[in-house]
């Protein structure tokens, strides 16, 4: 398990890596797959399932506005893919910064004494912190939940409304 819980780790960092270092939406997007897919899959693998999958969700929404938005508005014919050379540079300067601070953070955990915990419960009457969570948003927050849905559906719509233009779609070159 740690073995996976490795594997995620380094899928988001990567991930996180690849959105900070491309310019161009057309390829920061991948990284930014990548590092969701890490993150909540990291979740999931430390007990938080439902936390995890809801996030997931969310993040595969907005991500699809985002970038169908982003998209539409960027005029570069000819964006930077992962290998040219602006992009690698900057990838390395990110890797080395990601290093010297896994370096400084490892150096205060050890020194401090904490750890990474599930949240597995054990016995009869352990309750997990995710299902908690989901009977509270359902009882006392489903009028909230029914109006979030729906401003989310309205900015979906105008985001599509926007990014259509005038008949001639979303990129307006002359």
């Known amino acids: 398990m740690s073995y996976l819980l490795f594997l995620l780790s380094l899928c ?3 991930g996180l890596v690849g959105v900070a270092a491309n310019p161009s939406p057309h390829f920061g997007v991948a990284g930014l797959v990548l590092g969701v897919i890490g993150g909540c899959g990291g979740l999931v693998v430390l007990g938080g399932s439902f936390i995890g999958v ?3 969700l969310i993040h595969l929404g907005g991500m699809l506005v985002v970038f169908a938005y982003s998209v539409a508005l960027a005029a570069d014919p000819f964006p930077k893919a992962w290998g040219s050379y602006f992009v690698l540079v900057r990838v ?5 910064l ?17 750890g990474v915990t599930g949240l597995d419960c054990f016995g009869l009457y352990g ?3 995710d299902v908690g969570g989901v009977v509270s948003l359902f009882l006392a927050g489903g009028p909230i939940l029914v109006l979030c ?3 989310l559906m ?3 719509f105008v985001v599509l409304e926007l990014v259509r233009g005038w008949s001639r779609g979303g990129l307006r070159v002359p």
């Open 98 to 114: 990601f290093l010297f601070m896994v370096w400084v953070l490892g150096n205060v955990l050890l020194l401090g004494g904490l």
């Open 54 to 56: 809801v996030l997931f």
């Open 12 to 14: 988001f960092i990567v």
């Open 149 to 151: 849905g729906w401003g």
């Open 127 to 129: 309750v997990r912190g």
């Open 92 to 96: 390395m300067g990110y890797g080395v």
């Open 154 to 156: 309205l900015t979906l």
